[in-house]
């Protein structure tokens, strides 16, 4: 009798010792994770960002480290005035990602269902006076601009033309039609003045910054300047839709802002 029940507990040791070991290895499948989770899927693919001309600096960099995080996306970026770009997109050129210095080249693009979510509003930026180095003409503020010569604006299609018409206009300065230069964007309006074509000129304060020793400045008064909100948004048309969406989170993480910041724009 005690044989059988030295035997018996014998088992149910055993039993229960096998039990222990099945249960132990349940717990590591199914515990905190740490075993067995597994890193996302790499980012892949291609996304051409249509961006505008004022972002040519900042997004570069924010391209370079974005890929630098994800070597298996290809990103490029289009740049251009940000009327151009939402007319180029209207009419179906590829691109995967919106990113405009202005909301209404934005908006237009929401109105015709051609964006796959919401835009949202990544930095900001306002304008300044640009002159050439060492301000020859003494100019001192928007008034100087009507006599001074000619003067570098944007076209009136881009934001940052409609922009400058209207700093001009609050500020009651005209400027004769025969001396105002008008470039295709905020850099063709800028090299104007860099490379002497015209006296001064007005631009984003981020663009001038990107040019700090070939240009002097003259601030424009708060109670006439304009404030640009910039918008980004991925692009309905997108097959990449997935590294599309990281590219936008890129823009508006910490990582993005600081990048924006360092080149002289305002935080959303």
């Known amino acids: 009798m005690r044989t059988r029940l030295t035997s018996a507990l014998a088992v149910l040791a055993a039993l229960a010792f096998v039990a222990g070991c099945s249960s ?17 899927p790499e980012l ?12 040519t600096d900042s997004f570069t960099t924010i391209r370079d480290d974005f890929v630098a995080e994800h070597p298996d996306a290809d990103i490029t970026i289009n740049f251009g005035s940000s009327g151009a770009l ?24 929401r109105d015709a269902d051609l964006l796959a979510a919401a835009p949202k509003i990544f930095a900001r930026n306002q304008f300044v006076i640009v ?11 928007l008034a100087d601009l009507a006599t001074a010569g000619v003067i570098s604006l944007c076209v009136d299609t881009a ?12 500020a009651g300065t005209t400027l004769p039609e025969a001396s105002v230069s008008r470039g295709t964007d905020v850099r063709s ?47 309905a048309a ?4 997935e590294l599309a969406d990281a590219f936008e989170a890129y823009v508006l993480s910490d990582a993005g802002q600081a990048v924006l910041e360092e080149a002289g724009f305002l935080a959303p």
């Open 189 to 235: 309006t800028l090299t104007a003045v860099t490379e002497g074509d015209a006296v001064a000129g007005i631009v984003y304060v981020t663009d001038a910054v990107s040019v700090a020793d070939e240009v002097d400045t003259v601030d424009i008064p708060e109670e006439a300047n304009v404030i640009a909100s910039y918008p980004i948004a991925v692009v």
């Open 159 to 170: 934001p940052c033309g409609r922009f400058a018409d209207q700093i001009l206009a609050d």
């Open 86 to 109: 939402s007319t180029q997109i209207q009419e179906g050129a590829p691109a995967d990602v919106a990113a405009f210095a202005d909301t209404t080249p934005m908006t237009t693009l």
């Open 238 to 241: 997108t097959a990449s839709r």
């Open 24 to 40: 132990d290895r349940v717990s590591d499948a199914s515990g905190d994770g740490e075993s067995t989770t597994t890193a996302d």
């Open 131 to 141: 002159t050439q180095p060492g301000n020859p003409e003494g100019i001192t503020g």
């Open 44 to 55: 892949s693919g291609t996304v051409i960002v249509s961006a505008a001309a004022s972002l």
